[in-house]
């Protein structure tokens, strides 16, 4: 069973740059949400794909957005970079429709802008 | 969102048990008591949930007040990989979205 991946494992951006980072979900899932986590901040909560749609939203910005792909792969990608945007970006995959959606994180992009 | 308090830190020696409290004053009937902790570099990974009554896995205890006002995270006995942030998180009954708090960081001593 293969877990959840993303790509890139760090990445170097300026201000006003765009960004996407990419999210392979666990075999067996069908739900990605993406968490910025600040440092020495737990993780915030940005957006959930569910079937290929967005299935709730946190209090981010519509600079965020995202894709999930028919293979449940996804996207986020972040346009007009600031400097606030540095941060790890967390991707989790899980089963909606199941006993209990535990949520499987994998081990985030490092995102810096300059 | 329904928040939950824990302390900022906290301390334990190997082979010792440990027990992580987390109050959640405001939680609401269909809120879920989870656990997730995570290991330094890594993505958080689940620990264990509850709803009202007490629950045991291969991880962890979880121990929950009968008011359900606050519980307890219980490791029966720490080792050094045990050290990590452990989040306490109310989840809304048919919600995806986990709202994390800052948590506890735990540093396990050898």
């Known amino acids: 069973e293969t877990g959840v991946t993303q790509s890139p494992t760090h990445l170097i951006k300026t201000r006003g740059q765009q960004v996407t980072l990419r999210c392979s979900s666990q075999?067996?899932?069908?739900?990605v949400s993406w968490y910025q986590q600040a440092l020495g901040q737990g993780p915030q909560f940005i957006f959930q794909?569910?079937?290929?749609?967005?299935?709730g939203r946190g209090n981010f910005p519509p600079r965020f957005s995202g894709l999930q792909f028919p293979n449940y792969s996804s996207e986020l990608n972040v346009n007009a970079l600031e400097l606030d945007d540095s941060a790890l970006y967390l991707c989790?995959?899980?089963?909606?429709?199941?006993?209990?959606?535990?949520?499987?994180f994998g081990p985030g992009t490092r995102l810096t802008v300059l | 969102d329904a928040k939950t308090t824990q302390p900022n830190s906290m301390e334990s020696n190997e082979e010792e048990p440990v027990h992580l409290p987390c109050n959640h004053s405001?939680?609401?009937?269909?809120?879920?008591i989870h656990w997730y902790r995570q290991l330094p570099s890594q993505g958080p990974e689940y620990v264990i949930h509850?709803?009202?009554s007490n629950v045991n896995n291969r991880m962890a205890s979880l121990a929950i007040a009968e008011d359900r006002k606050s519980s307890t995270l219980i490791l029966h006995r720490a080792t050094l990989r045990d050290a990590a942030v452990y989040y306490c998180?109310?989840?809304?009954?048919?919600?995806?979205?986990?709202?994390f708090g800052k948590g506890t960081k735990l540093t396990v001593n050898p």
């Open positions: 075999s067996g899932h069908n739900t």
């Open positions: 989790a995959s899980s089963f909606l429709g199941g006993s209990y959606n535990e949520q499987f």
């Open positions: 405001t939680i609401s009937g269909t809120d879920y």
């Open positions: 794909y569910y079937r290929e749609e967005e299935n």
């Open positions: 998180i109310l989840r809304q009954g048919g919600s995806e979205k986990l709202v």
């Open positions: 509850g709803l009202t």
